[in-house]
């Protein structure tokens, strides 16, 4: 098992730039997948960016560019760059694992881009 933990998020003005933490309560080195996600309002939870070992990225398209999805398993955090924040980025984001073939979440953050 492995719990995860949020934090990082907050209101920021258009433009602005928050970076997001993901703590693991284990190591994460062994971890292949590593991922967040987003919910805003009354929408789907949507995939934003994933992380394998072997260095591969995907990133959701409204995001490409703009967010940066990296690891640091000296820490066991899992991070997630964002900048040039548009209003349409708030909502709730979510790290996302799968461990022994069992998905794994956090409580979320929210971040709220508004001027």
């Known amino acids: 098992q492995v719990q995860l933990v949020e934090s990082g998020g907050g209101l920021v003005q258009p433009g602005g730039s928050l970076r997001l933490s993901c703590a693991a309560s284990?190591?994460?080195?062994?971890?292949?997948?590593m991922a967040w996600y987003r919910q805003a309002p009354g929408k789907q939870r949507q995939l934003v960016a994933q992380?394998?070992?072997?260095?591969?990225?995907y990133y959701a398209e409204p995001v490409k560019g703009r967010f940066t999805i990296s690891r640091d398993d000296a820490k066991n955090t899992v991070y997630l760059q964002m900048n040039s924040l548009k209003p349409e980025d708030t909502a709730v984001y979510l790290c996302?694992?799968?461990?022994?073939?069992?998905?794994?979440w956090g409580q979320g953050t929210q971040v709220t881009v508004s001027s």
């Open positions: 996302n694992t799968r461990l022994l073939g069992v998905d794994y």
């Open positions: 284990r190591s994460i080195a062994s971890i292949n997948y």
């Open positions: 992380l394998t070992r072997g260095g591969n990225t």
